[in-house]
Each structure stands twice: as structure tokens, then as C-alpha cells.
């Protein structure tokens, strides 16, 4: 079996058109921005009959040349798009066959922005992130990794070997080749984008790393987000004595380098004597706690539904609470056949940390919110009206600090992916065979200028994410601001 191209039959004729108009791209740029910096911006002209009309000049017909040469890159890359699904395995090379693989990837993202943008104007701030070029960008580029991970992890689709397991003979192999002794041309007979040191496949390692970055860097930023607004909204809203404990408590954390203090709480040395274990048992109470006084508060004057909706979210919440920080290999250990699932060690952990690092943050932002909005008059209306203090800071202020917090969660969520990058590069934390980003990177550097696949494809992969959730985060920056 012979070794993959890069672009195999399509790229005879594909390739010359993509160099040619990836420069014209490139002129056109320039073209662009040279023209901005010499010549005056288009003029609108009154006409004698009333109409308007736009004087032309050298910057207008820049930015034709940059949309025109912009929109012809863009009908060659999905030229390679569709080349890539049409064409038999291997007849479009390596790209075709990777994109091949992203299959179930292209189709989710095609249904969720045709609904999305059908649907827009009933979808609140989200719809509204579909005007923004910007926002549908990072949105898109957030998303392929969501649905890579959803399909890879939960549904096994998209990789084509097991991401620990090595073939002998392919250690360090470059791109597209073939696997000894695979007798038919499909999916598993080529390592995709070649070996690592150990002789395990890149792509597959990648595509399960996002499994491990979309597992921890969400979830644990939403658990920061639920200590950190159960704090800060009550040290915002009441001040004095509390603000100032609370305060202290946050700056004494905040005063710690973040890697210093990650190095710290994952080294093994820290794990053995349970200490995560337990910071677990207190910093996973606070959702349970934010659900219970949300419910209350909002349905406290209507006994009869409010102490229901309580005590079964509760309970659900407190069950899954009880299997989360009750693990095997920990000293809290209780649930025995109770337990719904056990997170292994090494994950808690660095689950663990990301929590305790991002929630002070968290804090001072909500902090600051609430103590800007509750001199509203919004709020001393419903101060009036007699509703309790949590009513207030649940369902008046914390809905109006929104768009600020949306905005930091997609922010935060990016800064997590870094540090779990940064954790598997210096193997902390997580497995030395995990294929975590930041794990691949690290085993594949030492050999980066004899072969570079194995460290660079995780790199674009975790600069791609983090590109995508910052540029997010930008759009809905935007439109917040215009809502």
C-alpha cells in the first residue's frame, strides 16, 4: 500500500489555483491597507435630483479587489471540501481524507447555523451573535471542537486508531503512511498525519484530546462561575464586614503566581495527602447551594411549589455531588454501590484546581457587577416592593451583570484550555499516556525540528480553540453592548 499525498489527484490541478489565489489574497491585502493609510474614505454625494450617491476612489476599489480575491480563496477551500467527501479514500490525499473523517463534524455545524440564522431573531443574544462576523467565526471554530469531541469520545467516529495503542514500525513516521499489514484502503490503513515517538497515531491522539479539554475546561469554569457569583453577588450587595472577609479571602488567593499555585495543588506529593479531595467536598457543595436558594428565592410566597422544586433538585444535585467527590483512590471513598460514576484521580484534580484558581476572579468581577447595578432604580423598586435580599441579587442584579459574565465565561474558558495545555506539557495533573493536548506537544517537542507533526498538529489544535472561544467572546463583547 502506498503512502497518501498531501492533496493526492485533486491537488493537480487544485493546487496551482490555491497558490494563485491565496497571493492575489495576499497583494489584495496589502493593496487594502496601503490605500487606507494614503487615500480619504469614500463621500457620500448629495445629486441634484436629492439622491445619494458614493464617490469612488482607490480605497473602494481596494476593498472590491480584497472581497473579490477573499471570496475566490474561499471557493477553493471548499473545493477541497467537497473533493474531499466525494472522492474514494485516498484519491484527495491526506486533506481529503481528514476531512472525510470530520464528516458527522460538517454536517452538525451545517444544521446548528441554519437553524440558527433562520431562527435568529427569536434566540435573544445568541441570535444577535449571527450578525457578527467575528462572533460566527470564533462560534464556528468553538463549535467544531464541541461536535469533534461529542463525536469522538461519546460516539467513537472520527478517529481511526486508538489513541494508546502503537504500531510497530510507524514510531516518528511522517504524514499519510500506510499501517503494516492493512489490507484494505479505508479508515485504520494510513496514520493520517503520522506517528508520535511511541508510534501511535497524531490524528487520533487530537481528535481524543478534545474529548479531555471539552470534559474539564466548561465544566470546571462553570463551577468557578457558581462559587464565585454565590460569593461575590451577597459581598457585592451587603458590603462591610462580609465584603471585606470575602475580599480578603480572594486577594490572598489571587496573590499566588497561577502556576505556582496549580504546580502545588497537582503534584503528587499534594494528592496523596487528600487535600483535593477535600477542598472537593466544599467547592462542589456551591451549585447545589446556588440552585436551592435560586428556586427558593424566585417561589418563596408559593410554599406549595418552591419546598417540591427544592428538595428534588436537591436531591438529584446532592446525589451527583455525593458520586463526584466520592472516588476510590481518595480518602473520601463512601458511596460504595451508590456511586453513579468515578472520575479517575488524576482528572479531579486538575478539576479541582481550575475551580479553586478561577472562582476569586470570578468573585471580584461579580463583586464590582453588583455593586454597580444595586444603585439602580430597577433594584430599589423591587426594594420596595419588599422582595428578600437573594431575590434581588438572583433575579435583579445577576441578570443584568450578563453580558459581562458571558463574556468572561467564554474569556475564562480559553485561559483553562492554556493551563490544562500547560499542566499535560509538564505532566502534572492528568495520566502520562493521556492524549491531552498539552501531553502530545510535550512528547513530540523533543524531536520538533526532525518531526514536527507529532507537536505541531496539537498546537494548532489548542491555538485554533482558544483563537475561536477569544473571538467568541468578541462578539458577543459587541453585541452586548448594542443590546
Not at 169 to 180: A, T
Not at 439 to 459: D, K
Request: with cysteine; proline share 7%; hydrophobic share 55%.
Amino acid at each position: 500500500m502506498d503512502p497518501l499525498t498531501w492533496t493526492g489527484s485533486l491537488g493537480n490541478w487544485l493546487n496551482p489555483v490555491l497558490w494563485a489565489s491565496a497571493a492575489a489574497f495576499g497583494v489584495a491585502l496589502v493593496m487594502n491597507l496601503v490605500a487606507g493609510l494614503l487615500f480619504r474614505a469614500p463621500e457620500m454625494l448629495v445629486n441634484g435630483d436629492g439622491t445619494l450617491s458614493i464617490r469612488t476612489g482607490p480605497r473602494v476599489y481596494a476593498d472590491l479587489a480584497l472581497k473579490a480575491t477573499g471570496a475566490l480563496l474561499l471557493l477553493v477551500l471548499l473545493a477541497y471540501l467537497a473533493g474531499g467527501l466525494l472522492l474514494p479514500w485516498g484519491e484527495a490525499g491526506i486533506v481529503g481524507a481528514v476531512i472525510r473523517r470530520f464528516l458527522p463534524v460538517w454536517i452538525a455545524l451545517a444544521l446548528t447555523f441554519a437553524l440558527s440564522i433562520t431562527f435568529k431573531r427569536r434566540l435573544g443574544l445568541y441570535g444577535k451573535l449571527f450578525d457578527s462576523p467575528v462572533g460566527m467565526l470564533g462560534f464556528g471554530l468553538v463549535l467544531f471542537w464541541v461536535y469533534t469531541a461529542f463525536f469522538t469520545g461519546g460516539l467513537g467516529l472520527i478517529a481511526t486508531h486508538d489513541p494508546l495503542a502503537a504500531v510497530s514500525g510507524l514510531k516518528n513516521k511522517v504524514p499519510g503512511i500506510p499501517v503494516p499489514g492493512a489490507e484494505v484502503l479505508g479508515p485504520g490503513s494510513h496514520y493520517l498525519l503520522g506517528g508520535d515517538n511511541l508510534a501511535r497515531d497524531v490524528f487520533s491522539r487530537v481528535v481524543h484530546g478534545s474529548w479531555i479539554v471539552v470534559q474539564i475546561a466548561p465544566l470546571a469554569t462553570l463551577f468557578s462561575f457558581m462559587v464565585g457569583i454565590t460569593l461575590g453577588l451577597p459581598a457585592g450587595y451587603y458590603g462591610g464586614k462580609l465584603d471585606t472577609l470575602l475580599s480578603f479571602i480572594a486577594n490572598l488567593i489571587l496573590a499566588f503566581p497561577v502556576i505556582l499555585l496549580f504546580y502545588l495543588l497537582v503534584t503528587p506529593e499534594i494528592v496523596q495527602t487528600g487535600i483535593p479531595s477535600f477542598m472537593a467536598v466544599g467547592l462542589f457543595l456551591f451549585p447545589i447551594v446556588f440552585v436551592a436558594v435560586l428556586l427558593w428565592s424566585r417561589f418563596h410566597t408559593q410554599r406549595q411549589k418552591a419546598v417540591p422544586m427544592v428538595a428534588v433538585s436537591g436531591a438529584a444535585l446532592g446525589w451527583l455531588y455525593l458520586s463526584l467527590i466520592s472516588q476510590t483512590s481518595t480518602p473520601v471513598n463512601f458511596m460504595g454501590p451508590l456511586d453513579l460514576f468515578d472520575v479517575p484521580s488524576g482528572l479531579l484534580v486538575v478539576f479541582v484546581s481550575v475551580v479553586f484558581v478561577n472562582a476569586p476572579t470570578v468573585f471580584r468581577i461579580v463583586r464590582g457587577l453588583a455593586m454597580d447595578i444595586k444603585t439602580r432604580d430597577y433594584v430599589a423598586a423591587a426594594q420596595t416592593r419588599g422582595e428578600v435580599p437573594w431575590y434581588i441579587m438572583l433575579w435583579e442584579i445577576l441578570p443584568n451583570a450578563r453580558g459581562p459574565l458571558i463574556v468572561d465565561f467564554c474569556l475564562r474558558i480559553g485561559y483553562t484550555t492554556i493551563l490544562l495545555g500547560t499542566l499535560g506539557f509538564f505532566g502534572l495533573g492528568l495520566p502520562p499516556d493521556s492524549p491531552d493536548w498539552g501531553s502530545t506537544i510535550n512528547a513530540g517537542r523533543q524531536l520538533l525540528s526532525v518531526f514536527p507533526h507529532p507537536a505541531l498538529v496539537p498546537a494548532v489544535a489548542l491555538l485554533s480553540l482558544v483563537l475561536g472561544l477569544n473571538l467568541l467572546a468578541d462578539g458577543l463583547r459587541e453585541e452586548s453592548l448594542r443590546d
